[in-house]
């Protein structure tokens, strides 16, 4: 299930336009956000804690919950932070 779950994240994260870095682990990096903390403290004000942290411009969003991961793909979909190239 927590394969499944990544591997959906990173598909639905890429069809929305974001750079996904493929993971074999339990998360997938999301971005490239020219501010990265603005995008995390985006989400984090909508309830969503992902963590900022590995190259710079990327966001780590581990797998979870069906529940999880629905809650941070409208949250993600709300994020206005500027990306790399815009």
Do not use: I
């Amino acid at each position: 299930d927590l394969r499944a779950a990544r591997d959906d994240l990173a598909t639905r994260a890429a069809a929305a336009g974001y750079e996904v870095v493929e993971s074999d682990a339990n998360f997938v990096l999301v971005g490239r956000w020219a501010d990265r903390h603005r995008a995390w403290q985006q989400l984090l004000d909508q309830g969503v804690l992902v963590r900022e942290t590995g190259p710079e411009g990327f966001l780590r969003v581990s797998a979870g919950t069906p529940e999880e991961m629905e809650a941070f793909h409208a949250a993600l979909a709300r994020v206005d932070a500027p990306r790399m190239g815009e």
